[in-house]
């Protein structure tokens, strides 16, 4: 019986932590990544609709986040919705949301501060 209430109790305090961010320019909510001079500080999260990890799904889903971006040495901004894997062409940089964690769990909300966000800046061709 201890047994199993120390499990829970490990499992529970696990599913509270925050989860570490992924490497490379990586913010959460207020927070700001710094890509290639490019400060992207993501404002809300607009939508998660992804299909949870632990279901089968006909449609992906998507996450969307309302994002500022300053860019060419802060002369420049732009402040909009960031569709997870769609680029967003601004000046002379084309800025892409190429990851987030947590996954989505059915069942399950998450906590906006939880999540983090992976941005990607290249040069438009």
Known sequence: MKAMLSLLLLSVAACATVPPAPPGPVAGLGQVAQVAGVRIRPIALVEDSRCPVNVQCV????????AQIDFNGGGE???????????VPLGAE?????AAVPPKLAGAATDPRAYRFTFAVQPRA
């Open 77 to 87: 901004s732009f402040r909009g919705n960031m569709t997870l894997g769609e680029p």
């Open 94 to 98: 084309t800025v892409t949301l190429v």
């Open 59 to 66: 449609w992906a889903g998507r996450l969307v986040i309302l």
